[in-house]
């Protein structure tokens, strides 16, 4: 009796060590899932640290390398830069429209001169300012650089074509020429032909010198407006007009001469020759007007000049910003 007792108690001690065990492995095998579960969230806080880590010692070593007490003075520098730059700009585009305007050849070399001289300033002022952010750099001063870099070639490239038309002045030249010794060359032609229709001898002629001055005085009205035209199309047609009237002058002088005594026909070679002379004087006004040198300068000046200005001026504007927002940040 007494072994049996002892064997059911023997047997239930085993049966209670055998469901412990099963316990306990049933709480190792629950552990195991969770960490399994739990370790991908682990694995991804340990790469984001490991990434700010990182992104913290680059901050460190950059600002170590450029020095964290001349990191002011290196902002600072930039927004003297920046400024400097935007006002070399406007000085070189002051410069280049004197150019434009200017009214003798003189004027107009040394003010291109003068813009390009500046331009060049302007240049290593952007080298300078392209060190200054390579050593110190930040995503927003970058790409501003970069469009300014982009606004600053195209700025020059036109700059370069203005004032290369602007020193010629062959619109200027042409009206100089217009003004000055084919006018003179016109009233030569008018004084003889008045000398030839006071003369009584000279009546039956005077139809035909009359016409002869009317279509000279057409062909010089028509110098300026093809001077002012900055259209081919346009001086195609003066010029045929010029031409039509050319052959009425010399139609109606050969006309003249055949009923001009021969005492007379002196004084016509007088006026035949200052006639001459005068469409030489109009031949090359035509040309250098062809040429249209001040006045395609001047176009390229108020339009893309203009426009290509105001978008460096703008860039600049946003740079200077961006600077200063982290020189601001810096002294903090």
Request: glycine residues 4%; negative net charge.
């Amino acid at each position: 009796m007494r072994r049996s007792n002892y064997e059911t108690t023997e047997q239930r001690e085993i049966a209670q060590s055998r469901v412990g065990f099963h316990n306990d492995e049933i709480e190792n095998m629950d552990r195991i899932t969770s960490n399994r579960k739990i370790s991908p969230l682990w694995l991804l806080i340990a790469v984001l640290g490991l990434i700010a880590a990182l992104y913290f010692i680059g901050i460190h070593d950059r600002d170590h390398q450029v020095g964290v007490d001349s990191i002011p003075r290196m902002m600072a520098r930039k927004m003297e830069v920046v400024s400097a730059l935007r006002i070399k700009l406007l000085k070189s585009v002051e410069a280049e429209k004197s150019s434009v305007m200017a009214d003798t050849d003189e004027a107009s070399i040394a003010l291109a001169e003068e813009s390009l001289r500046t331009a060049e300033a302007g240049e290593l002022d952007r080298q300078e300012l392209a060190a200054l952010i390579a050593k110190y750099p930040s995503g927003p001063e970058k790409d501003l650089l970069q469009e300014f870099d982009s606004c600053w070639r195209e700025f020059r490239k036109i700059d370069q074509q203005v004032l290369e038309f602007a020193v010629q002045n062959t619109n200027l030249k042409a009206a100089r020429l217009s003004f000055g010794a084919a006018s003179t060359a016109m009233n030569e032609f008018g004084h003889a032909l008045s000398e030839l229709i006071s003369d009584s001898a000279a009546g039956p002629v005077c139809r035909r010198l009359y016409d002869a001055h009317t279509a000279a005085l057409r062909i010089q009205v028509l110098h300026a407006p093809h001077i002012a035209s900055p259209d081919d199309h346009e001086m195609d047609g003066i010029e045929k007009v010029i031409r039509q009237n050319d052959a009425v002058v010399r139609r109606s002088l050969s006309e003249a001469r055949l009923k001009l005594p021969p005492e007379k026909r002196l004084l016509l070679q007088k006026a035949e020759a200052a006639y001459d002379a005068f469409m030489e004087f109009t031949g090359r006004v035509l040309e250098w007007s062809r040429q249209n040198t001040n006045v395609k300068s001047f176009e390229i000046s108020l339009n893309r000049k203009r426009k290509i200005t105001a978008q460096c001026e703008d860039v600049l504007e946003s740079l200077e910003d961006a600077v200063q927002s982290r020189t601001f940040k810096a002294t903090r």
